[in-house]
């Protein structure tokens, strides 16, 4: 929280104090820290009724109700140490300290669960035909068929916005009035999307590139717009960064088993014999990319 500082009391304050700061903070609890700001204590307002039906006077010292036993959790604790501890303790907002108990911080369940921003835009391609699903597509591009009542486009956009992404391309050229249409500028999302029209078919993928003319060097994600995953893109962003390639592909084992006895021969003789085999293969599922300066002058 930003404005945790303001739910901070000194351990001399009085009830008065705590009520005032609990209500500046909204977060229903109270911090109380010593000269050095250390953390001694915490409030919440259940503390306060329950004082209050002991007779609390509102001049009394803050000492009188708070816990001097609080629990906090260390700054240097990952983002999914905190999420778990609260989740463990069944706590919706938790002091943090560092290493000296010094306060610098209040977590809260709420915005430790609210997914980072994003910078990396997110290009979906939905140019395609579908022409192997027949008269399903007759009239409607293959994205914007449904699955139960939602365009599976917008079940992949909607995945990327609850992880944090807002910037977003889709790629277009059968039918994209439909797809404009349905997504327009994306605000009723919360996001900005813009779209790249292929005026004549450039094929699976081809319309990466013409991404260089509208994104700078944030790696992009790259999607069909017909692929729903469980892909983690916040593990997949990590893992781009950090291995320090071009090209990141996400992909995914097929099996593929034949029947019969396979033949394997070598120079016309037949070396051995496979009895229904099973073959894994990976398959091409999503495009984690970073456009370079020398690519885009490509």
């Keep these: 929280m930003d404005a945790w500082t303001k739910i901070v009391v000194d351990e001399r304050a009085s009830v008065r104090d705590v009520l005032k700061a609990i209500d500046r903070g909204s977060t229903r609890i109270a911090l109380v820290v010593d000269d050095k700001y250390k953390l001694v204590g915490t409030v919440t307002d259940g503390d306060i009724r329950r004082g209050l039906l002991k007779k609390l006077e509102m001049h009394h010292l803050v000492g009188v109700i708070s816990n001097k036993n609080p629990f906090s959790i260390c700054s240097s604790l990952s983002k999914k140490e905190k999420i778990d501890i609260l989740k463990k303790n069944h706590i919706l907002a938790i002091p943090v300290v560092d290493n ?3 306060l610098v911080g209040l977590e809260s369940l709420s915005d430790l669960m609210r997914p980072s921003p994003k910078k990396n835009p997110v290009c979906i391609m939905a140019g395609g035909f579908g022409l192997r699903l027949g008269a399903l597509t007759d009239s409607c591009p293959k994205p ?114 034949i029947s019969y006895g396979v033949v394997k021969e070598e120079d016309g003789k037949v070396c051995r014999l496979e009895e229904k085999p099973i073959y894994r293969y990976k398959i091409n599922l999503v495009y984690m990319f970073l456009i370079s300066p020398l690519w885009k002058a490509q």
């Excluded at 977003?168 to 349905?182: A, L, S």
């Excluded at 994306?186 to 900005?192: E, I, K, M, P, T």
């Excluded at 590139?209 to 962003?237: C, H, K, M, Q, R």
């Design 100 to 102: 000296s108990n010094k």
């Design 144 to 257: 914007m068929l449904s699955v139960g009542e939602t365009p599976i486009l917008e079940r992949i956009l909607l995945q990327f916005v609850e992880d944090g992404f807002t910037e977003f391309y889709i790629t277009t050229h059968f039918m994209p009035e439909v797809i404009k249409n349905h997504f327009g500028d994306g605000s009723q999302w919360g996001v900005n999307i813009k779209y790249i029209h292929e005026s004549s078919p450039l094929g699976t993928g081809g319309a990466i590139g013409l991404l260089a003319n509208y994104i700078g060097d944030e790696p992009v994600i790259v999607i069909n717009g017909d692929v729903l995953t469980d892909t983690s893109f916040d593990n997949l962003i990590r893992h781009h960064e950090e291995s320090g390639y071009a090209v990141t592909i996400c992909t995914k084992e097929k099996e593929l088993a």
